[in-house]
């Protein structure tokens, strides 16, 4: 009888290490998936005109550029403690784009409720740049107020 107590003690020991081990692991690559913080280089962002507008209860960024072609991409949106911060990527127009329009409009929408506060990160990529480029961001809007 003692045999088998301690069989029992044993294998709810086992039971405990590979749960241990398993919730490791979960962690262990839940952490590795996240992609690191994008770089932010000190100063303001120089570039087309960004604003922050509401639309359907969320953020959206503005992009008033002053010839077509160029193009805004919504990179990621990073919650921190009271705010959130929105990266973005404008992206050049092809040096041959033809010139039909003086002004060019667009806007990116994000996943940030327009009650949060947000400050935008732009950066400015050539026409043809990757996605996965790594060019760094400044701050092209700074924190808004809280509604």
Excluded: K
Aim: net charge negative; proline share 8%; charged share 25%.
């Amino acid at each position: 009888m003692i045999i088998h107590a301690a069989r029992s003690v044993g294998s709810f020991a086992r039971a405990g290490l590979v749960v241990a081990a398993l919730a490791a692991a979960v962690l262990v690559i839940g952490c590795s998936a996240s992609p690191a913080a994008p770089e932010i280089r000190s100063g303001a962002f120089v570039g087309p005109d960004l604003a922050l507008v509401e639309h359907e209860d969320r953020h959206a960024v503005v992009l008033r550029a002053d010839r077509p072609g160029w193009t805004v991409r919504l990179d990621r949106v990073e919650e921190q403690f009271g705010y959130d911060r929105i990266f973005v990527s404008l992206r050049r127009p092809h040096p041959m784009a033809p010139l039909a329009n003086p002004q060019a409009e667009q806007r990116a929408l994000t996943n940030a409720p327009a009650t949060r506060v947000v400050e935008v990160y732009a950066r400015e990529l050539a026409h043809d740049a990757p996605l996965d480029a790594d060019d760094p961001y400044a701050l092209a809007v700074p924190r808004t107020s809280e509604r």
